[in-house]
């Protein structure tokens, strides 16, 4: 999950987040602006407090919209999806990603997932998100990178991919191998630990390797 792309997948596709909320921001700024100058209780105020609310419900079902569509794709095409148990209030600390972060609506992806995963008798799988940008998919290697990295080039192993294909890989390698299906259903993210890569690293790299 992310923010220039909302998701990239495994197969290194990926779908763009449309941005309803900054596609509209103008727009609101320009009603709160003439909202905020009119006297309280006069109809032309109402008027404009009826608009707004209706530009926020409009956006809020263009994500709804969105979300669905793509979680419908994703359970056409495949009978797994792995995703990162995400600490989105902790993301929402960082001030210059925060408005981005809540127009995502990461949290609502994941709810909309299970739900439909259960629908369809597909799998919702939920790993932990530690680490999964900072190694390598194919053998594991601690390659740290900074948020300006966007390509992995492991030293080890000589892997060169997109930055967020690695982790969209190592994100199914774990999903896949630590919490395997069952006939019962998707698998209940909050039933027992997440799969999480401290169990496939060393300690000596785990030390070493912060979640950036």
Known sequence: MGLTEFATFDDASSVKYPQFLRRSEDEIKHLQRHFSKKLKGS???HGLGRRLARLHIHIRRQREDFQNKLVHRVFAE??????EKLNVPGLLKNHSLAKSISDASWSSFARRAVFKSELFGKYAVFVDPWGTTQFCHRCLQWVPKDIAT???VCPNCGEEIPRDVNSALLIKRLGIQSRPPTDSGSSPAEQGPLPSLREMVSPSVEAGSPRI
């Open 43 to 45: 109809r032309r105020r």
């Open 78 to 83: 495949n009978d797994v999806l792995v995703l």
């Open 150 to 152: 966007r390509e992995h």
